[in-house]
């Protein structure tokens, strides 16, 4: 891989109703292209612009001969399968496109082992001061994706994590799944307790369900009520209080000291991750 | 060395010209000044200069809805971007209209492939495989209305609706296809606007094309097909 004749393009979803869903890959895109890692990059969405299909467009073949794709994904599934390859017209691992141009498919972020690290780092930073050794660390990934793979990847990765030794449990938990996010309470059993969901980027999930889920949204509202802020309502119906439950860390609740972490996509190490993954394309060849 | 996308610039910076509905204007000192087109000759605009506020200014409409897509014309007004180089012009303009810098310069070497509706809908799967049953005069009724330019979208539509070069809709006017013809001026002018008109500047135009259906049209056509 050289930066003077190689791109990069990371591929995300996107969301024609939720903003927050392309700030994080918009955000690791300026990022890496500040770096001057590759001649280009560029990033391209499924459900936003530009799209899959413009991004056959991006590279100048004159100037650009390898690019390198990174679907910014939780895991594998029928978005990195199907989708993009079609979309892209992908025949495998490497496409050499009719101008002469290669076309490189990495494993998406999700698969990366740095992402162990990000979530430990993670923890740590929602709940400073707060002894590992007395909490449990709770993932949160969907369940019942259909023919997606990310409670697979979160199960993988609490195991990882709890194989260190650090935190006094690490569990696995689903939205819509058993167990259960909602069970929080039933599932640990130490005072303080870290929650990181696992997904890509903030939206309703991380902004909302989960917080209505582990019981923090009302409490969220109570706080803004009471300071004179918000009614609950212009809470949430504003762009700016969206992020507000992240910032009220810890949440007391049933006797419980309880801290909630945005998504973990939105961690600027997950352009180290991107970078990472392009590397690792050539390695494993 | 600049890119092709930054030559193209160049070359249209010889004079002030419109790119969708942003007016780009060149400074004395070498710099730029990207406006909203309706804006010219406010001095009330709030004034910025980092290409990464153009994600800001591109992401809310005046009501402050989010713009799904950027291409619909709904641009925010009151906002004033002051960019010091060509390289930081060229990505801000990609803020705000995604990947058409790229496909105008693709055009313009005749790299450009364009797919017809048809390919586009008969591609899809999951949820949208179901599009591809849309009939031509449901098609045709969509695309009319989706893609018109009066509030709708302000590409110029240079793909057909199938193999054998049916045009995409005989609802829309023949301009809707032409790269010389500046779309955001087919709109209906609000007030604001023709009161401005007298002083507007006469700006040459780069079009935002547009070579294959978006994933919006599709999810259209999937509505309609599902009766939603």
Known sequence: ?285 | MPNSIERVLQAALAAPFYFGQILIQKTSTGGFVLSHRDDEGRNDLQTFRSTEDAIDIAKYDDAGNYRPLKTAPNLRRGWRLELATLAELKCALDYFYSGRLDVFVAWKSGQLHTTPLRQTLDRQSGMYRIAAKISDEQADRVVGDFCRSDGGCLRTILWKRDTRGTVSSTKLPSEKFDPDFDQAAARAPSSACAEATADKTTAATIPLLCQEACNLLIAECRKVVKGE
């Open chain 1, 1 to 285: 891989m050289t930066s003077d004749d190689s791109a990069l393009l990371i591929v995300a979803h996107g969301s024609t109703v939720n903003p927050a869903s392309s700030a994080p890959t918009l955000a690791h895109t300026t990022e890496i292209r500040r770096r001057k890692v590759f001649a280009d990059v560029g990033c391209a969405f499924w459900k936003e612009e530009p799209s899959l299909r413009d991004a056959l467009f991006l590279f100048d073949s004159q100037s650009v001969r390898e690019v390198y794709v990174v679907p910014n994904f939780i895991s594998e599934g029928y978005f990195t399968q199907t989708v993009v390859p079609r979309e892209l017209g992908l025949k495998g691992r490497t496409t050499k496109r009719s101008d002469g141009q290669i076309w490189k498919y990495c494993e998406p972020v999700g698969n990366h082992p740095l992402m162990t690290d990000l979530l430990l780092r993670r923890a740590h930073q929602i709940a400073a001061g707060i002894p590992e050794s007395e909490t449990s660390l709770l993932i949160v990934a969907h369940g019942t994706d259909l023919n997606e793979n990310s409670a697979a990847a979160a199960k993988r990765e609490a195991e990882k994590i709890r194989s260190l030794g650090k935190y006094a449990a690490v569990l696995n938990v689903y939205m819509e799944e058993p167990p259960l996010v909602s069970d929080w309470r039933k599932l640990t059993k130490t005072r303080n307790v870290v929650v990181v969901p696992f997904f890509i980027s903030d939206g309703l999930h991380s902004y909302e369900d989960i917080p209505a889920l582990l019981g923090i949204a009302n409490q969220l509202s109570a706080r803004l009520r009471s300071a004179g802020r918000h009614t609950a309502r212009q809470a949430n119906s504003s762009h700016a209080a969206r992020g507000e439950i992240f910032r009220h860390n810890p949440y007391a609740i049933d006797n419980r000291s309880l801290s909630y972490a945005p998504s973990i996509g939105t961690d600027p190490g997950v352009a180290d991750i991107i970078i990472e993954q392009a590397a690792n394309f050539d390695a494993e060849s």
